[in-house]
């Protein structure tokens, strides 16, 4: 029996999407060279290892997501589209991965 693949499966992982943010690698984002949004990928990865430590609660984990969209998207010097979507998928992708850890 093979196994279905279901949404989740198809969805790009967060470090992916930090990836992306930082325009490197096989996830390069097309993002044009803006050291000051790349600056921003840690800090997103630095909540997700707090989300799986189960070291950060809901509402902590909110109000910081929230905040790094404003500092990610206002550093932004071109693009803010094309960061604002990335950074609002790797905001959905922790928010799942916490529902996950913590349920």
């Known amino acids: 029996m093979t196994k279905k693949l279901t949404f989740d499966d198809l969805q ?7 990836d992306a943010l930082e325009n490197k690698g096989a996830s390069m984002s097309g993002v044009s060279h803006n050291p000051e949004v790349y600056q921003f990928a840690k800090k997103y990865r630095e909540i997700l290892q707090r989300v799986r430590d189960k070291k950060i609660g809901y509402t902590e984990m909110w109000i910081c997501l929230r905040q790094l969209e404003r500092d990610t998207t206002s550093a932004a010097k071109t693009q803010r589209h094309r960061i604002a979507k990335i950074v609002n998928a790797l905001a959905l992708y922790i ?5 996950r850890v913590n349920n």
């Open 95 to 99: 928010k799942k991965e916490y529902n």
């Open 12 to 18: 790009p992982h967060v470090d992916m999407l930090c």
